[in-house]
């Protein structure tokens, strides 16, 4: 039997629905999924594995032009992303027309890999609309081999599983078969409270948040988590916590049920907040996070 392995890059505007594609694909909850540009900074690999076969995913953050360090960061993610792919799933959404970044535009239609553009959300379009912008996208990336798909609602993407399957090399498997991602659990841990930051507050503030696990400890029947969220400023630390510390509480606890839900275990969950000025433009810092690999 000849066993095919690969690495597959999902790259594509922010929102497009790529972390819903992959987490339909990988069928886990690998990925944070909200409605809020930049969720994903970092790249996150999510492994299936087959019996004849390997696909290591990772979904990107969304192509942006770099305004500051951080961002910065997060593009040369998405550029590293061409670099070792052996499939590249660029992802649009119907109703999508400009591309954001010109050299983004220029690697995507001179690449040599393999691309699979998938036009998302099709089930907000008619059959019109999907046609006229089938034909748009086959001129813009003509490269590209073309599916339309609804993350969402899982149309057509077990076709994008067996089409990834199909284009990937044949080799060894690059992770034992076992692995589901190579990211830990404190990982996942400071992703799910990111995620109900975002959800829970409005403007600028969840943004200038980092999420820190300085304690995962997993006895036999609970799992023990105290986490740092570190802010910028005092005046984002006071809209954190709210009025009698209500704010903070309500994050915790939608944090805990959703760990609870991923790790299938009861879990304690205790959250502290600091104030650690300028996270996002020091270059020590954002080294301390994991950013600047
Ligand atoms: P990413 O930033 O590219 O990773 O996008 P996300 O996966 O986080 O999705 C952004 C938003 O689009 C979320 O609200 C998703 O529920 C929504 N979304 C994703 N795929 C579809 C789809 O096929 N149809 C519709 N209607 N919404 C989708
Ligand atoms: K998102
Ligand atoms: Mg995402």
Not at 52 to 63: A, E, K, L, R, Y
Not at 129 to 151: D, F, G, H, R, Y
Request: net charge negative; proline share 4%.
């Amino acid at each position: 039997m000849t066993h095919k392995a690969g690495f597959v890059n999902i790259i594509g505007n922010p929102n497009v629905g790529k972390s819903t594609l992959m987490n339909a694909l990988v069928g886990e909850r690998l990925s944070i999924i909200t409605s809020k540009a930049q969720t994903t900074r970092h790249r996150i690999l999510g492994i299936v594995n087959g019996d004849d076969h390997q696909i290591v995913f990772s979904d990107t953050p969304g192509i942006i032009k770099p305004a500051y360090e951080l961002q910065q960061s997060m593009m040369d993610f998405v550029k590293s992303a061409f670099e070792d792919a052996d499939l590249l799933i660029y992802m649009v959404e119907i109703g999508e027309k400009e591309l954001k970044d010109e050299e983004f535009f220029n690697r995507i239609t001179k690449t040599s890999t393999p691309i699979l553009l998938l036009l998302n959300k099709i089930d907000r379009s008619n059959q019109e609309q999907l046609e006229e912008q089938m034909q748009m996208w086959q001129t813009k990336v003509p490269n590209a081999e073309i599916i339309p798909i609804s993350a969402l609602e899982k149309f057509n993407t077990q076709t994008v599983f067996d089409r990834i399957v199909e284009l990937l090399p044949v080799s060894p498997p690059y992770y034992p078969k076992d692995s589901l991602t190579d990211k830990s659990e404190r990982f996942f841990v400071s992703e799910i409270i990111r995620e109900k930051i975002l959800l829970n507050y409005d403007k600028e503030v969840p943004y200038a948040v980092e999420v820190e696990v300085e304690e995962f400890k997993e006895e036999e029947n609970i799992i023990r988590i105290k986490s740092v969220i570190m802010v910028e400023r005092d005046s984002q630390k006071g809209i954190i916590i709210g009025h009698k510390g209500s704010a903070l509480k309500k994050v915790g606890i939608a944090a805990r049920e959703e760990m609870e839900k991923f790790f299938l275990k009861k879990v304690h969950l205790e959250l502290f907040v600091k104030v650690n000025k300028d996270w996002r433009t020091n270059d020590f810092q954002l080294r301390r996070f994991g950013y600047n690999q």
